[in-house]
C-alpha cells in the first residue's frame, strides 16, 4: 500500500525560495499598509500633529526666535522660526507613525497575526523587513503630509528638492521603524502608546535641535555659556540631530553640519537597528 | 536543501519528544505516529502537554530532545519545508481583524507562496465549502466567533497543506456550530486526503475520529481507535454525593476497592447493575444525588487521569487579550 498523493501537488506552488519570499514580503507590507488606511485614528493624529505644531507652535512663537549674543539681537539662523522648525515637523510625523506601527509588533504577538505568519513558509528576515518596510511607507506618506504645509510655513519647495526630501524621509522612517520593533519585542505588558510618546519620541525630538538651534556661528566653548554644557553634549549624541539637520539642508538650505553626515548616521543606525532586531526576532 | 526521510507511510512521526518549562516537564519522551489521512484526536486535561506538542508540530517551539517529521521534513532541521505541508487552526483567533475576509485569505496565500491563479480559485473554492461566500468582503471583525473558525479552517487549506493541526477547533462555540466545523473537518478529509490532527475539549467530538491519543502529564496514557478504548477502560460509574461527613466516611471504608476518585464531597465509584441496586437499597435514603455514568469516552478518561477536562481559570495571556478586546487601543 503507498500512500496517495494529494490531488493538488507541490509543483503547483511557486518552487523558487527567492519567488516565495519576495510574495510574502508583498503581503506583509500590503497588510501593513491596509491597515495603516483603515485606522482613523492614526490618520488623524498625523494630520492633527503638523498642523498643530507648524501652525500654532510655529506662528506662536515665530516673533521670538531671534538670540541676544553679547548683547546684539540677531535672528540665530536667518530664517523664520516656522520655516526653521517645519523639516522639524516633518521628522517628528514619522517618529510617531513608524514607533506607532512598529509597536503594532506587540498587537501582532498578542492576536495571533505573528503567529499566523511564523508558521508560514517565511523566513522570520522576511517577516520582520515586510513589517518594518510597511511601517516605513505609512511613516513617509505621514512626512508627505506636512510637505502639505510648506506654503502656510514660506518654505518654498521644487520637486527635486521634494524627491530627496523623501529619500531622507525613507530611511529615517526604516531606521525607528526598527528602532520600534527593538523596543516592542522586549516589552511583555502593554500599557498604551502614551508611554512611547513621552519616554521615546518626545524625549528623542526635543534633544534633536528641532524645536531650537544650536548656533552654528558659535564656538563649541561659547555654546556652553548660552547652553548648559549637558543639553549641548546631548544634542550631539542624539543621532536624530544629525537626521533633522539633512532634512533641513534639503528644505531649508540650511545645514549645520555636513549633509553627508546625517544620511550616514541614518544608514548606519537604520542598519544596526534592523539587525537587533532580526537577532531577536529570530528567538521568537 | 530540503532532506525528506522516507517515514513508512506515516504522515506525522514524533520520536521521543521531550520539553521542559524550567522544572515542570511538558512532554515526556512522546512517540506516536499519525497515519495518512487519519483523523487523529490528541486529548488531555488542560496542561497535559497538547498544545505544546502541537507548536513543537508547527515549528514554533523547540523540542529539547527528540525529533519530529511533517510528511517525511524535520521540524527543527527543515523548518520551512515543514510549514508547506501543514495548514494550522490556532487555539487563539489568529486572523486580522482590520482585513476583510478575502484579504485574510489572500495574504495567507501570498506568504505560503500560491501562484496568483491557483490562489484566486483556491480562495473560491474554500469561502464556497465553509459558507463565507457572501462575506468576502466584509470586514474580519464583523464575523461572529464561529464565522472566524470557519474562515480559519478555510484560511489553513488556501495552500497544498498535506497536515492539519487543530488545537480546539471548537472551544466556546455553540453545539451547532461545533457540528458545522466538524462536517467540514470530516468533508476536507475525503475532499483533500489530508490528514487531521486535532485536540479537543469535548469528549463527544472525539467518538468519530479514528483513533485517540491520552496525553497527561506529557505522557501517552493510551493510544487506540474510540470503540477499542471504550471496551477496555470503560467502566459504569456512581457519582455520589453523601448527606453527611459520617456517611461519605462509612461509604469510603465499606467501598474502598471501588473508589475511583473524590473531589469535595463528590465520590465516584466504579459499578455495576448489581452493585447500584444494593449500594442503593443500603444508602438510598443518606445521599443527596446519585448519578450512574454509562460507559463513555468520558469516563474512560477519568478512569485514565483521574481528573475531568475543564476549563481552566483566565492567564496572563486571555487577560491582554481582553483588555485589547476592550480598550479600544488605536494601536492595534
Known amino acids: ?284 | 536543501m530540503s532532506s525528506k526521510v522516507s517515514l513508512n507511510q506515516s504522515a506525522v512521526k514524533i520520536a521521543e519528544l521531550t520539553k521542559r518549562y524550567g522544572r515542570t516537564l511538558a512532554l515526556d519522551e512522546i512517540s506516536l505516529d499519525v497515519r495518512p489521512q487519519e483523523l487523529f484526536a490528541l486529548l488531555g486535561p488542560n496542561g497535559a502537554g497538547k498544545t505544546s506538542l502541537i507548536h513543537i508540530l508547527c515549528t514554533i517551539l523547540r523540542p529539547d530532545t527528540g525529533q519530529a517529521w511533517i510528511d517525511g521534513f524535520d521540524v527543527v532541521k527543515d523548518p520551512l519545508a515543514a510549514r508547506r505541508r501543514l495548514g494550522i487552526v490556532f487555539q487563539e483567533p489568529s486572523l486580522d481583524d482590520r482585513l476583510t475576509v478575502y484579504e485574510n485569505l489572500n495574504l495567507h496565500g501570498l506568504v505560503f507562496g500560491v501562484p496568483r491563479k491557483v490562489r484566486k480559485q483556491r480562495i473560491e473554492e474554500m469561502l464556497n465549502l465553509v459558507e463565507l461566500t457572501e462575506w468576502a468582503d466584509k470586514t474580519t471583525r464583523m464575523l461572529s466567533s464561529g464565522m472566524k473558525r470557519r474562515l480559519e479552517i478555510a484560511r489553513a487549506l488556501i495552500h497544498d497543506s498535506a497536515i492539519m493541526l487543530l488545537d480546539e477547533p471548537t472551544v466556546g462555540l455553540d453545539a451547532q456550530t461545533r457540528e458545522k466545523i466538524w462536517s467540514y473537518i470530516k468533508q476536507l478529509r475525503e475532499d483533500r486526503q489530508i490528514t487531521v490532527i486535532v485536540t479537543t475539549h469535548y469528549i463527544d467530538e472525539v467518538e468519530g475520529c479514528d483513533r485517540v491519543c491520552v496525553i497527561d502529564h506529557g505522557k501517552i496514557l493510551v493510544l487506540d481507535t474510540p470503540e477499542a478504548l471504550k471496551k477496555t477502560y470503560a467502566q459504569q460509574i456512581l457519582r455520589i454525593i453523601p448527606k453527611s461527613d459520617e456517611v461519605l466516611q462509612e461509604i469510603l471504608t465499606s467501598h474502598s476497592h471501588r473508589l475511583t476518585g473524590q473531589h469535595g464531597e463528590t465520590i465516584l465509584l466504579k459499578t455495576d447493575d448489581s452493585f447500584t441496586e444494593s449500594f442503593l437499597s443500603e444508602y438510598g435514603t443518606r445521599i443527596r444525588s446519585l448519578v450512574s455514568e454509562v460507559p463513555s469516552l468520558e469516563t474512560v478518561f477519568l478512569s485514565l487521569t483521574g481528573r475531568e477536562l475543564r476549563d481552566q481559570a483566565a492567564g496572563v495571556r486571555e487577560r491582554t487579550y481582553a483588555f485589547g478586546k476592550r480598550g479600544g487601543e488605536h494601536t492595534r
Open chain 1, 1 to 284: 500500500m503507498t500512500p496517495l498523493e494529494p490531488k493538488t501537488s507541490f509543483s503547483q506552488l511557486n518552487s523558487r525560495p527567492i519567488l516565495l519570499q519576495l510574495g510574502g514580503l508583498y503581503g506583509i507590507w500590503l497588510r501593513e499598509v491596509k491597515r495603516a488606511i483603515r485606522d482613523k485614528g492614526q490618520l488623524v493624529g498625523g494630520i492633527s500633529r503638523p498642523i498643530l505644531w507648524v501652525l500654532i507652535l510655529g506662528i506662536g512663537l515665530n516673533p521670538y526666535f531671534r538670540g541676544e549674543v553679547y548683547g546684539e539681537v540677531t535672528f540665530v539662523v536667518p530664517f523664520t522660526y516656522l520655516q526653521f522648525i517645519f523639516p522639524a515637523v516633518v521628522a517628528l510625523n514619522i517618529m510617531y507613525t513608524s514607533v506607532q506601527s512598529a509597536v503594532s509588533v506587540i498587537w501582532d504577538r498578542e492576536f495571533g497575526f505573528l503567529r499566523e505568519v511564523l508558521v508560514s513558509p517565511m523566513s522570520r528576515g522576511t517577516v520582520l523587513l515586510g513589517k518594518v518596510l510597511g511601517g516605513a511607507t505609512v511613516a513617509v506618506v505621514h512626512g508627505c503630509l506636512v510637505l502639505l504645509l510648506a506654503r502656510f510655513a514660506d518654505v518654498p519647495l521644487q520637486w527635486s528638492d521634494i524627491l530627496k526630501a523623501i529619500g531622507l524621509m525613507a530611511l529615517l522612517a526604516f531606521a525607528l521603524t526598527s528602532l520600534g520593533v527593538v523596543i516592542a519585542n522586549r516589552i511583555r505588558s502593554f500599557e498604551g502608546f502614551g508611554v512611547f510618546s513621552n519616554a521615546v519620541i518626545l524625549p528623542l525630538y526635543f534633544t534633536s535641535s528641532s524645536v531650537f538651534p544650536l548656533d552654528p556661528a558659535l564656538t563649541r566653548a561659547q555654546t556652553k555659556v548660552v547652553y548648559p554644557e549637558w543639553l549641548v553634549n546631548v544634542v550631539q549624541f542624539n543621532p536624530l540631530t544629525y537626521a533633522v539637520d539633512s532634512l533641513r539642508g534639503v528644505l531649508i538650505n540650511y545645514n549645520q553640519f555636513d549633509p553627508r553626515l546625517g544620511i550616514g548616521i541614518m544608514l548606519i543606525s537604520g542598519g544596526l537597528l534592523f539587525t537587533i532586531a532580526f537577532l531577536d526576532f529570530r528567538k521568537m
